[in-house]
Each structure stands twice: as structure tokens, then as C-alpha cells.
T-cell receptor
Framework: KAGVTQTPRYLIKTRGQQVTLSCSPISGHRSVSWYQQTPGQGLQFLFEYFSETQRNKGNFPGRFSGRQFSNSRSEMNVSTLELGDSALYLC???????????????FGQGTRLTVV | DAKTTQPNSMESNEEEPVHLPCNHSTISGTDYIHWYRQLPSQGPEYVIHGLTSNVNNRMASLAIAEDRKSSTLILHRATLRDAAVYYCILRDVDGQNFVFGPGTRLSVLP
């Protein structure tokens, strides 16, 4: 079956702009989580959505937001981009909320965002 | 999620076994031990997970200490494709978000 699909793969934006990233989970998976990966901070949790509702949120400013649609596809938005937002943004999907202790999560290849 | 400690880096020769250690001294009785790896320019990839007993799958084996305060991921025959950052993560029954540490960067030498 198809894996987690993230689009676009690469993106270059200017400071102050906003950006929207998309994630299509594996068919049948209803939970989608987003992570930011930078060389300095590593992988950090942004937020998780299940059934179009945000279940959990990491320690990021309000400029970072997301949503989930009825088909489980999810988007994340970053407004007023800063240079420090340059990162690899990863999406993970799983069948049940909270990733589940006894199940595996599937990650997409990520979107590489560069802010100039 | 409880914290894990892993060596920053390890090296192995191709076709030799690799033992990647992970310490989790504050693990609770309901925490599952998960291993993921991240190849260059890829998202993390599931490797294996377990609770108390040792586990085997097509990718690797997971050996869990009797007191569960440590575990070891075993790659039976390392290949160049196994060069990656390996993350050991504890997941509780509530299964909230993953908390990634720095992981272990594995280099495989031909």
C-alpha cells in the first residue's frame, strides 16, 4: 500500500511569508502527527490530529498551526516565517490516536523548508 | 515519556553484527521500547519494538534486560544500507507523541 506522502518535498520561502505543507497518511490511518527536525534541536513534536481535531500540541509558537480534513489528510501552516523555521518537516501517520504504544508509526520523507 | 540514553556514535564493519545499546533506567512497567532509524534524507523508519520479551523480525532483534532498564538492538549482519541514526524511544500505554533523543549515528565500513 502507498506510504505517507508529503508535498512539496522542497520549498524556499522569504522571511515574513507564510507556507502550507501537506501530508496524506496511509489509507485507513486516522492519526497524523507533525515534527520539525533541525540540526540543533533534533526531532521535535509539533502537533497531532485525529478525526479533524487537534489532540496534542508541542511547545511551538502560535505561528505554527495545522488542520485535518475528513479524509484524514492534514496540512500545517507557518505564518510570518523566520530564518529559524528552516527545517525538515516530517509527518507521521498511525491507525490510532497518540501513536499507540504497541503499534508502529509511519513517517513521510518530509518537506525541506528553507527560509531566506 | 521516560528518557533514554544512547551512545552518540558507533562504527561497524560490513557483514558483522552490530549491538546498539540503550539505557532507560526510569522505564515504567507499561512502557514499550521502540526503535526507529533515519537514513540520510529520509523520514524515520520503524525497526522493532517490545515490552518484556526479546523480539525478532526481518530487520533486527531486540534484546531486553530482565529488569527492563536497558535494551540492545541487534543487527545481525550490517550492510552499508544500515548506516543511519538509530533512535531508542519509550512509548507508554497512552501513546502520546514521540520524544526523540539525539540517537546513535551508526557508520558501516566496507
Amino acid at each position: 500500500k502507498a506510504g505517507v506522502t508529503q508535498t512539496p518535498r522542497y520549498l524556499i520561502k522569504t522571511r515574513g511569508q507564510q507556507v502550507t505543507l501537506s501530508c496524506s497518511p496511509i489509507s485507513g490511518h486516522r492519526s497524523v502527527s507533525w515534527y520539525q527536525q533541525t540540526p540543533g534541536q533534533g526531532l521535535q513534536f509539533l502537533f497531532e490530529y485525529f478525526s479533524e481535531t487537534q489532540r496534542n500540541k508541542g511547545n511551538f509558537p502560535g505561528r505554527f498551526s495545522g488542520r485535518q480534513f475528513s479524509n484524514s489528510r492534514s496540512e500545517m501552516n507557518v505564518s510570518t516565517l523566520e530564518l529559524g523555521d528552516s527545517a525538515l518537516y516530517l509527518c507521521a501517520s498511525s491507525i490510532i490516536p497518540g501513536q499507540g504504544a504497541n503499534t508502529e508509526a509511519f513517517f513521510g520523507q518530509g518537506t525541506r523548508l528553507t527560509v531566506v | 515519556d521516560a528518557k533514554t540514553t544512547q551512545p552518540n556514535s558507533m562504527e561497524s564493519n560490513e557483514e558483522e553484527p552490530v549491538h546498539l545499546p540503550c539505557n532507560h533506567s526510569t522505564i515504567s512497567g507499561t512502557d514499550y521500547i521502540h526503535w526507529y532509524r533515519q537514513l540520510p534524507s529520509q523520514g524515520p523508519e520503524y525497526v522493532i519494538h517490545g515490552l518484556t520479551s526479546n523480539v525478532n523480525n526481518r530487520m533486527a532483534s531486540l534484546a531486553i534486560a530482565e529488569d527492563r532498564k536497558s535494551s540492545t538492538l541487534i543487527l545481525h549482519r550490517a550492510t552499508l544500507r544500515d548506516a543511519a541514526v538509530y533512535y531508542c524511544i519509550l512509548r507508554d500505554v497512552d501513546g502520546q507523541n514521540f520524544v526523540f533523543g539525539p540517537g546513535t549515528r551508526l557508520s558501516v565500513l566496507p
